[in-house]
C-alpha cells in the first residue's frame, strides 16, 4: 500500500514519464458554449478513446468555468469515466485562480488541481499555493502551482499583461515552502495563441534551457515541471522541453482545431449522433498523434 502523494494517481502517471524520460500531455477538456450539452463529453471521450487505443496515461483537464458552468457532478462523471479507462487517466483543475474555486475544487473529484498564485506577489503566491497543498493532502489531491507570471489568457482566465520569468534560484525555496508537487515555470511562454512572432520569438530556446538546467539543478527530479502556452508551438520545441525536464505538457487548442472545423462545415448536413461520433473520432486521432510526439504512446 502506497501513501500519499505516491498514492495520487497524478503524481504516478507524472513521475513515470520523469523516470522513463517522456511527457504526458494534460488535455483540456473545454466545453463549448455555443454547442448543445450533448458535445460535452466529446473531449472527455477523445482523450480516453486516444489513451486507450495508443496505450498512453493522460490527464484530462478542466478550467475554472467547466466547474462553475456544469458544477461538481459534471467533474465525477470525468472521474468516473476516467478512472475506468484500460490506462491511467487522471483529472485535473487547470488555473484555480481564487480562493472560493479551489475550496470549491476540493470538494469536487479531482485527482490535482494547479493553483494560480500568480495574481499575488511573491508572498501571496507562496500562501495561497501552501494553504491548497495542506488542505489537498488531507484529500489525496495533488497540487501544481506556476512560478512567475506568464502573459496571455484562455477559456474564462481573465488577460495577464506583463510576464515574469521564474528565477530559478527562488524555485527551491518556493518548492520548499508551499509542498507543491510539480512547478510550471514562465520562460516566456504565453497562453492562448501566440502573439506576432510565435512561440519560437517568446520561447528563446537557448534561455529556456539554460533556466531549465539552472531550475533541474536546485530541484533535481523531485518536482517534475509543466509546461503551458504550446499553441502552437513546434515538435522540435516540445522535445527541447522534454529533454530538459518538461513532464507535463498542456494541450488545448492545438489538437482540438481539426474538431472545432469539422463541427463548424458539418453541423448543418450531419445528424447530431453523425456529428458527435465523427468529431470524437478527429479529436482523438488529433491527440493520438500529439501522445506519439510526446513520447507517452505505447508507455502504458
Ligand atoms: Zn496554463
Redesign the pocket.
Known sequence: MSFFPESNRTWQIIHDAAKRNYAVGGYCVQVLKSASSCYNTDGVLAVIRAAERCRSSALIQVFPWTLHFHGPPFIQYIASAAHSASVPISVHL??CLKPEDAKLALECAFDSI?V?GSMFDEEGNIEYVKNIVEKGRDKGITIEA?LGR?EGG?DG?PNIEGSLLTDPHLAKEFVEKTGVHFL?PSFG?V?GPYPSGGAEKWWQLDRLVLQLEAIYKSLGSHTPLVL??THPCSEEMLRVGIENGMRKV?Q?RTVRKKYMEFLAGESKSLELTQLQERGVQIYSEEIEAMMVVLGSAGKA
Open positions: 487547470d488555473h494547479m494560480d506556476e506568464m484562455e482566465l510550471a511562454n497562453h503551458h502556452g498542456n488545448n
